[in-house]
């Protein structure tokens, strides 16, 4: 990792493609738990973890998401947000931007540990992105602090590709 990374919160996250995903249990805007493993079987996860609710960089990021909503829909996935922002934080910036999808309140900072989420300048809770199959397992993760909506882009493009490399069912007699 350079010099680079280590100040914009660069670097592999401790969870990396190929892995089988940690699972947790942390509680909505609305305090109901979600776990991950909830969606195993079921549908992929584009899990996002994020500084803070209501920043510039983070709604830009939210946004993007919010408006590529429907891409992620198609493609199978349900969009996951992660930040230490409380339940109630969580529900006045899904309601300010309109956001459809799930954010998650992680106060302790377990799960962005558990996942290994790097944090800038040692300080400032990193932003990665991890895209998880409907097995669990990781098929890519991006890490950028600085360029939040390239999160979107990168995330709409794995499970693209994931879809492209799924075997197709045998058609009929």
């Known amino acids: ?64 998401f919010r408006d590529s909503y429907e891409d992620f829909e198609e493609a199978g996935a349900e969009v996951i947000g992660v930040s230490s922002d409380g339940s109630t934080a969580h529900a006045r910036f899904a309601a300010k931007y309109k956001l459809p999808f799930v954010l998650l309140s992680d106060r302790g900072g377990v799960v962005r540990r558990q996942y290994g989420v790097p944090a800038t300048l040692g300080l400032l809770p990193g932003r990665v992105t991890f895209v998880i199959d409907e097995r669990g397992v990781v098929q890519r993760t991006f890490n950028s602090q600085l360029q939040a909506t390239r999160h979107v882009r990168e995330a709409i493009a794995a499970l693209r590709a994931a879809e492209r490399r799924r075997p197709t069912p045998p058609s009929g007699p």
């Open 1 to 64: 990792m350079g010099l680079l990374d280590a100040i914009t919160g660069g670097g592999d996250p401790a969870v990396t493609a190929g892995q089988q995903a940690p699972d947790f249990a942390l509680p909505d805007a609305s305090g109901t738990i979600v776990r991950l493993s909830d969606f195993r079987g079921k549908k992929a996860v584009v899990l996002y973890f994020y500084p803070q609710d209501d920043t510039p960089g983070c709604t830009k990021e939210a946004c993007a």
